[in-house]
């Protein structure tokens, strides 16, 4: 075990433990301010405490944290990637600066790092265990099978887990996923998702495509320019002229770093930033919106009334959807007045036509036309693979077969070891407390002895944690001066997977043995017992 759990004497640590010896305090209720259910059964169970602004993880915690490092580094180091470590705060740049200097030829080619660190979550800002992985290839087709294998990789530690997770796209186009997300649907998270279960399209809700839907056969108008006096908002211009917003287009102004984007989209939709950066190749969080002086230059008009027609010195990017729109409402570019009957291609056109809305519940999948639901999730780890310019600075090149200097690309993921607990645990639980599944539990049996001024109990007890300590498995032994019904709630709260309790029939070597996630207890021999607990580890595939 770690060095870390400095709570257990050196003859304690593994396998064993006497939950007398342990730092062990159960509580029933937890502060009002904790609304997580993990958080509230890792607390109530004794294996976190809330300090300041951060956690503590307590020795029973830390065992299951110490037991998913296990799991993960042994997944990882059969892909042939080697721990290190940095001591001060690093990102992918740390990683990239410290082979550069190193990587000469191909030959070295592929390789990859990964260390585990704690850091702070970028939603919740506090701390978090980290597993952050990079790797280095020479080509695209190399990465791109590293990148696939990784996915398999996460996959298989998420099921050893016992979760069941989404593998969802982030940044993607048609041809290509770039970067993708592991997330656990819950309540509880901060993200969205788009699902289809028709077709199994998954995406985050920021970065989901949008069925495009063509055409439109309604006969085109003639334009009519309309007073709307002090009618800004789609919602004021709803009102005013008693039209659906579907029927509106919506005009958002934006600056880059060096020019000016009139982006429209239909009046009941919403911009999509982050998909509009992408249609434009540039850097994500560099758009901002047009200031009041800038919408007057660029429009001709007071904020509020800009439309398609007539702009200055801007570039027009245009959501499908409004491209299939008959006779809309826009802003004229004229305080104070709106167009109605304006008609994409005969009264105005795009310099590039993009899918730019952020899909909402009830839209139609992008892949097969069914309807697209929207849920909350946990998002557990990211992948992503990118090409480091080797003009840049922090550029790693190599020297190919033929001499010749090339990029080398790069594949970079993590895992947030703090936010895959807190999915276990929402995913395995019950009223009475945590349901741990075998791999990560912090102990997989704990023998609970009902009286311990009764010697038969304490004998048999020590018998069977002898026994099954001998046979290689993780035993817990509450020993403790407690009311029996106080350590079965307990045991329950704790989640240890198998409970054998030592009671009244100690003297005939009868126990009751229960599992966790199971309502039925049962009377056996001690022995029996014992033989349980080997055939189910066996079932399991505990080694």
Not at 12 to 41: C, D, F, N, Q, W
Not at 351 to 357: K, M
């Amino acid at each position: 075990m770690n060095n870390h759990l400095h709570l257990y004497t050196k003859r304690e640590r593994g396998k064993k433990m006497r939950a007398s010896k342990l730092y062990l305090h159960t509580l029933r209720e937890v502060p009002s301010e904790i609304e997580k259910v993990s958080e509230k059964l890792l607390i109530r169970g004794s294996m976190m405490r809330k300090v300041g602004g951060t956690y503590v993880y307590l020795p029973l915690g830390y065992r299951v944290i110490e037991k998913m490092k296990k799991i993960f580094r042994g997944i990882l180091e059969r892909e042939g990637l080697q721990e290190f470590s940095i001591l001060l705060p690093s990102d992918e740049k740390t990683y990239i600066s410290l082979v550069k200097k190193d990587l000469k030829s191909y030959k070295e080619l592929p390789f990859g790092f990964y260390q585990v660190k704690t850091g702070k979550s970028k939603e919740d800002k506090k701390g978090s265990i980290l597993v952050d992985v990079i790797t280095f290839h020479k080509d695209k087709e190399e990465l791109e099978a590293h990148f696939q294998s990784m996915h398999t990789n996460f996959e298989e530690m998420f099921k050893t887990c016992g979760l069941k997770t989404k593998k969802v796209l982030d940044i993607h186009n048609k041809e290509e996923i770039i970067s993708g997300k592991f997330v656990f649907i819950s309540d509880e998270g901060k993200e969205e998702m788009a699902i289809c279960k028709s077709c199994g399209y998954k995406a985050l809700k920021k970065r989901a495509m949008c069925a495009i839907n063509l055409p439109n056969e309604e006969k085109e108008k003639s334009l009519e320019e309309v007073y709307t006096p002090n009618v800004k908002t789609i919602e004021q211009l709803n009102e005013f002229l008693e039209l659906e917003e579907a029927k509106l287009i919506k005009c958002l102004l934006l600056k880059g770093k060096d020019q000016f984007i009139a982006a429209f989209i239909r009046g009941d939709r919403e911009l999509n930033l982050a998909k509009l950066e992408t249609a434009l190749n540039i850097e994500p969080m560099t758009l901002s919106f047009a200031e009041g002086e800038e919408v007057e230059r660029i429009t001709s008009a007071k904020t509020g009334f800009a439309g398609p027609m007539g702009l200055k010195d801007v570039m027009v990017v245009v959501d499908p959807e409004v491209t299939s729109m008959k006779n809309a409402v826009a802003g004229a570019n004229k305080t104070d007045y709106h167009i109605k009957n304006v008609n994409y291609g005969r009264d105005f056109k795009a310099d590039l036509v993009e899918d730019i809305i952020t899909i909402k519940e009830g839209d139609q999948c992008p892949r097969c036309k069914d309807l697209i639901e929207i849920k909350k999730g946990i998002e557990l780890a990211a992948l992503k693979k990118r090409n480091i310019n080797g003009s840049e600075n922090l550029g790693a090149t190599y020297i190919d077969e033929n001499g010749k200097e090339k990029n080398v690309l790069i594949g970079s993921y993590n895992l947030d070891i703090t936010k895959i607990l807190a999915a276990i645990i929402n995913e395995h639980h019950d009223d009475e407390g945590i349901l741990w599944p075998f791999s990560v539990a912090p102990f997989h049996v704990i023998i609970s002895i009902v009286n311990k001024k009764k010697e038969e109990q304490i004998a048999l007890g020590e018998k069977i944690y002898k026994e099954l300590l001998e046979r290689n498995i993780e035993v817990l032994l509450d020993d403790r001066e407690k009311q029996a019904g106080a350590k079965f709630k307990d045991a329950d709260l704790l989640g240890i997977p198998i409970r054998i309790v030592v009671g009244k029939k100690a003297g005939d070597e009868v126990v009751e043995y229960k599992l966790r996630n199971e309502e039925e207890k049962i009377e056996i021999p001690y022995d029996q017992a014992i033989s349980n607990v080997l055939k189910l580890f066996k079932e399991v595939g505990i080694k």
